[in-house]
């Protein structure tokens, strides 16, 4: 066995054996505000870490909207190790291989094998889920370990105290609060200092779910189902996302277009119109237009975007964000929720070592200093892939369409036993790239956590008060 398959035998661990079994000596009071995925991991897991948590939230149920969301190794090993193991298996989809397709004539024109491959190479398996499934998953998980509170909405955040207070007039005081209120935050303007609108992309995104019964009924749709893989129609300015979940009830599909509308907010809800959805996809090939003939309603989702924050946290050193309300990703690679739950598991892990209030803000800095670099990377990844999928046809596709066939080919060659012939760096299919894989699916933040930890807990203890911290450098103690 070797140190992944050791790793991933160790993954069904009781949650209480997390963080080496270490719980803080001091248990803060933590509020989090939020109760999207990301919230729901930072309360799990500093609540593990020893703290006592209040999730604040403004709907008046807990519950998630959407439709596919993708638990990659490097969430779905987290996830085990909370215990969260069988539910995987019983909601999800484990995905057997990504494939590219053309718009206009479904060709095959990249492949990459996932399945075994995924999980003998990373120690985890890669699962598609849907969104209101994963969410109640973490949400049974966490709801037993601290005070969740709907009809909560925040209106105003005092970070010095800290405090927040609420639409009822009700001030709710902590010694830490953590904003995971998603890419409308309003603890992200405490953090900026005003106001922080995002800027259009110039797409959005018709989202709509197929019960699998109906793709059964056809046979040019029934391989989408039994298959296993996602599959991605290039095209174009736009792209077509489709795959099982719901244990292969359901077929998820995300159908990129260029934004048309006027201004508009961000929103997983807004009502899409069908007939215009299927007259901007009217040219691609049959199993699209059957595929579209099936979808009864959508929802249109405004893509914006948001450059990279130069701090995650407050300069009075008692409001930190997490998730999508500091790092927003565009959908195109897929990481979002794995970015914020990967947040959430520094977090905790960090905050299990606290024995003193003065401690908050290192330890702050701490989990910036692991998380910054990672997650502003993965943006970038993400927002790369939307110029990559859209090219019209041209000399850009074909270039594009020849890298992935490449990469295709040395994945069979591979798959029948041979050597790897091409080196995949940078490969326009960037699932292909080893390097960039390793990195993406490899990283395991408990790991991460604990080795930070074990250089540089000693001296980040010792660097109080905060006026020492910020001049000798922590929030860079990772790049040393």
């Known amino acids: 066995m070797d140190a992944q398959e050791s790793k991933s035998a160790d993954s069904t661990l009781n949650p209480e054996h997390l963080y080496k079994g270490r719980r803080a000596s001091l248990s803060l009071d933590i509020v989090v505000i939020g109760c999207g995925l990301g919230g729901l991991a930072a309360a799990y897991c500093l609540a593990q870490a020893g703290h006592n948590i209040t999730i604040l939230e403004a709907a008046s149920a807990i519950g998630e909207v959407g439709a596919g969301v993708q ?39 990249g492949w990459t094998p996932f399945g075994d491959v995924i999980d003998k ?13 994963f969410h109640r998953m973490l949400h049974d998980a966490t709801e037993p370990h601290c005070n ?52 259009s992309t110039g797409d959005a995104a018709y989202r709509a779910l197929i019960p699998t019964e109906k793709l059964l009924e056809d046979d040019e749709l029934r391989p989408l189902v039994e298959r296993r893989e996602s599959n991605i129609w290039m095209g174009p300015n736009g792209h ?6 719901r244990a292969k009830k359901d077929f998820n599909l995300v159908l990129m277009h260029p934004d048309e509308a006027e201004g508009g907010v961000e929103s997983w809800t807004a009502e899409g119109n069908v007939d215009k959805m299927k007259e901007y996809y009217k040219g691609w090939n049959t199993t699209i237009q059957k595929l579209l003939a099936l979808v009864p309603s959508t929802l249109d989702w405004k893509l914006m975007d948001r450059d990279p924050l130069p701090s995650w946290i407050h300069k009075d050193g008692k409001l930190a964000l997490l998730g999508d309300s500091c790092h927003p ?49 993965t943006q ?101």
């Open 71 to 109: 638990a990659s190794p490097n969430v779905s090993r987290l996830l085990m190790r909370w215990g969260l193991g069988p539910r995987l298996e019983e909601l999800g989809v484990e995905i057997q291989a990504l494939s590219f397709r053309r718009w206009k004539d479904n060709e095959v024109v």
């Open 121 to 133: 190479e990373y120690g985890a398996p890669f699962y598609l889920l849907h969104r209101a499934d």
């Open 148 to 199: 969740i509170r709907v009809n909560s909405r925040v209106v105003s955040v005092d970070p010095s105290k800290p405090s927040v207070t609420l639409a009822s007039g009700e001030v709710v005081s902590a010694d830490l609060i953590i904003g995971a209120d998603g890419v409308k935050s309003i603890t992200r303007e405490y953090v900026v200092g005003g106001p922080d609108k995002p800027r």
């Open 240 to 245: 077509i996302v489709g795959y099982t979940i």
């Open 329 to 377: 990703m565009l959908p195109y690679r897929a990481q979002g929720s794995a970015m914020a739950i990967e947040d959430a598991a520094v977090l905790g892990n960090i905050f299990s070592h606290c024995s003193d209030r003065s401690q908050i803000l290192p330890m702050l800095y701490a989990y910036q200093s692991l998380r910054y670099d990672r997650a502003t990377a």
């Open 380 to 480: 970038t990844s993400s927002s790369l892939n939307r110029h990559i999928f859209h090219h019209p046809d041209g000399p850009e596709q074909e270039k594009r369409d020849k890298e992935m066939r490449a990469a295709m080919e040395d994945a069979f060659r591979v798959a029948r036993g041979e050597k790897s012939t091409h080196v995949l760096t940078g490969n326009a299919n960037q699932w292909a790239d080893k390097k960039k894989s390793d990195i993406q699916f490899g990283y395991d933040a408990d790991e991460e956590a604990e080795k930070w930890w074990d250089a540089n807990g000693d001296r980040l203890m010792s660097l109080i008060p905060s006026t020492e911290i910020k001049s000798r450098g922590v929030h860079s103690a990772n790049r040393h």
